[in-house]
């Protein structure tokens, strides 16, 4: 279909011949994913290659800091919510030991009470012994 030259490809290997070997075939640059929009033939890549190797590298470098940014954002917000859970827990643990005090207060004061009417009824016992 892009009369390279190439004789005679077999329908079942034109598909292969053009995403794999074709000359003129248009591909895009290797770089692409970093943000080189070049589209050339095949066999003018290697050029478009050695002579952009600095603005490749460039771009490369850009995604990977951005790449980087967002990784460091998103460990970031990870960390902060860590940080809330934790708050969160150790208010609620705060919020079981003052329950936990209150209670203990409540039985000493119940305990005092006890004692209290314990000996009130021994002096009460003594009384009616005498």
């Keep these: 279909p892009n009369k390279c030259g190439e004789e005679r490809i077999e ?3 034109l598909k ?5 070997t074709c000359p003129l075939e248009v591909i895009k640059c290797e770089f692409n994913y970093a943000g080189c929009g070049v589209r050339l033939q095949r066999r003018l890549m290697p050029t478009h290659l050695r002579e952009n190797v600095e603005a490749h590298l460039s771009k490369t470098a850009i995604l990977v800091q951005k790449q980087l940014d967002k990784i460091m954002k998103q460990f970031k917000q990870q ?3 860590q940080g809330d859970k934790i708050k969160q827990q150790e208010d609620k643990i705060k919020q079981q030991g003052d329950t936990i005090k209150k209670q203990a207060d409540k039985s000493k004061q119940q305990e005092d009470t006890i004692k209290k009417q ?3 009824s021994k002096q009460q016992e003594d009384t009616i012994k005498k």
């Design 11 to 13: 329908r079942q290997h």
């Design 16 to 20: 292969g011949h053009l995403e794999q």
């Design 79 to 81: 960390g902060e919510k």
């Design 118 to 120: 314990a000996d009130k």
